[in-house]
């Protein structure tokens, strides 16, 4: 059974989606969850913030939702969350261009040169990264509040086309090679079978830490000053 309100959302984000400009809507009541990665590579460890929200949409009874919009390059879903709104993305742009697609959703006035006017009208405070994390292992998950890109290009390209450091990551840990020159296969390889047993609990720790902060935020921001 879906969550209250689902029907009405799904109309909401249809609507939202053709005419590209939303009605009022009270600050802080609406987040963006973007999973960081490389689209048509499911499985592989540099695309596990996908992974993420592949589960966290399942979480919300949302994954038979997601749409394609083409003017942000992204999957979109849309799913409630008590009285708060989340905007579920997924870039179908190469990792290296995961920030063109979240910022196009997010707000005017970004990087990227497109003219348009806001889909979502987010600030980069409201927008939640998810993305791997080469220095925590296989089985860490945490939360980092801004700060530097610490060398992930998915990331990096947020942070540019947002021009802001202030979005929460979301650190879903897949370990480090021994050897430096193998990262790069590392990272775009599938998890290996044993490692493939220990992700669903990963996941599921993700979205548990993620939506706990989220429900925090929300209700500070419903309480007031």
């Not at 009605?23 to 009541?29: D, I, L, N, T, W």
């Not at 460890?45 to 992974?51: D, E, K, W």
């Not at 261009?97 to 348009?116: D, E």
Request: charged residues 20%.
């Amino acid at each position: 059974m879906g969550l209250p309100g689902l029907s009405h959302a799904g109309l909401w984000l249809s609507r939202a989606m053709s005419r590209c400009v939303l009605e009022p809507r009270p600050a802080g009541k609406r987040w963006l969850v973007a999973g960081l990665g490389n689209p048509g590579l499911p499985g592989t460890r540099h695309s596990v913030g996908m992974a993420v929200l592949g589960h966290l949409a399942r979480r919300l009874g949302v994954a038979e939702s997601w749409a394609r919009d083409r003017r942000c390059a992204a999957d979109l879903a849309l799913a409630s969350l008590g009285d708060a709104q989340l905007v579920l993305l997924q870039p179908r742009r190469l990792m290296n261009l995961n920030g063109h697609s979240v910022a196009r959703a997010v707000v005017t006035g970004a990087t990227v040169s497109l003219g348009q006017a806001e889909l979502f009208g987010l600030t980069a405070e409201e927008v939640y990264l998810v993305h791997d994390e080469l220095d925590k292992p296989l089985g860490k998950v945490a939360l980092k509040l801004g700060g530097s890109a610490r060398g992930h290009n998915g990331v990096r390209s947020c942070m540019s086309c947002l021009n802001s450091s202030a979005m929460p990551r979301l650190r879903v840990g897949i370990g480090r090679p021994t050897h430096r020159d193998a990262v790069q296969a590392y990272v775009l390889g599938r998890f290996s079978p044993a490692e493939q047993e220990l992700l669903p609990p990963v996941l599921e720790r993700a979205v548990d830490l993620l939506l706990d902060h989220i429900r925090q935020r929300s209700q500070g921001s419903s309480s007031g000053p």
